[in-house]
């Protein structure tokens, strides 16, 4: 599958993004979608995930600032970013697992978000 980010830019602190991730294929497909972060000099970190099934899971870093949604209809997966703080500036990936363990996992290629203080 080919996931394809956008959304991303330079936006001040306190403001909102909204990312969204297109698969090349149904989204149905996949045990869950989910947006990751990599900011410079550190691992890449879960921001939200959603299952097949709409249960969503949310990392600490952004919990309660993040909202994730998928439109199964338009293979799209969203993430609506508010109240944001420059410790949120990095790359933003979306991955795209098929199964609930093992299984196959895709990645897209990364939207990079900078949020200036």
């Known amino acids: 599958v080919q996931l394809q980010a956008s959304g991303g830019g330079l936006v001040q602190a306190g403001g909102s993004l909204r990312l969204s991730c297109w698969a090349s294929?149904?989204?149905?497909?996949?045990?869950?979608m989910g947006w990751y972060r990599q900011a410079r000099g550190r691992q890449r970190e879960l921001i939200a995930r959603i299952t097949r099934g709409g249960s969503t899971d949310y990392g600490d870093s952004m919990k309660g600032r993040v909202t994730i949604s998928r439109d199964n209809a338009m293979n799209t997966v969203d993430l609506q970013m508010n109240d944001l703080k420059s410790e949120d500036t990095g790359i933003y990936y979306c991955k795209a697992q098929s199964r609930i363990t093992g299984g196959r996992i895709d990645w897209g290629e990364g939207t990079l978000v900078t949020v200036s203080s």
């Open positions: 294929e149904s989204i149905s497909r996949f045990y869950s």
